[in-house]
């Protein structure tokens, strides 16, 4: 029944920075923690960064310090902020619940390239 729906994504240089978007399309994450995940072709989805109800984030080393997790107002949204962007970080990128439930989205590309 929900909805994820990924935007943002895009060609960037590497060191530029990215803001993804994610919509949901009722309240049902509105208590949980949010995460973002990214996956390459062959490879499995990894998890990105976690943004909990209560504001309490986590990312994995390979992106601490660079990528921040927000809600929106609409508490339905969450946003993935880029920086320092690396060719490593060229991915699909996806949002769910963490832990993730239901049906992935079409996710959002990101493409790191000079």
């Known amino acids: 029944q929900v909805q994820l729906v990924e935007s943002g994504g895009g060609l960037v240089q590497p060191g530029g920075s990215l803001r993804l978007s994610c919509a949901a399309s009722?309240?049902?994450?509105?208590?949980?923690?949010m995460g973002w995940y990214r996956q390459v072709p062959g490879k499995q989805r990894e998890w990105v960064g976690t943004?909990?109800?209560?504001?309490?984030?986590n990312y994995a080393d390979s992106v601490k310090g660079r990528f921040t997790i927000s809600r929106g107002n609409a508490k339905n949204t969450v946003y993935l902020q880029m920086n320092n962007l690396k060719p490593e970080d060229t991915a699909v990128y996806y949002c769910?619940?963490?832990?993730?439930?239901?049906?992935w989205g079409q996710g959002t590309q990101v493409t790191v390239s000079s």
């Open positions: 769910n619940g963490v832990p993730p439930f239901g049906a």
């Open positions: 009722g309240s049902d994450f509105s208590r949980r923690a």
């Open positions: 943004l909990s109800n209560s504001g309490i984030t």
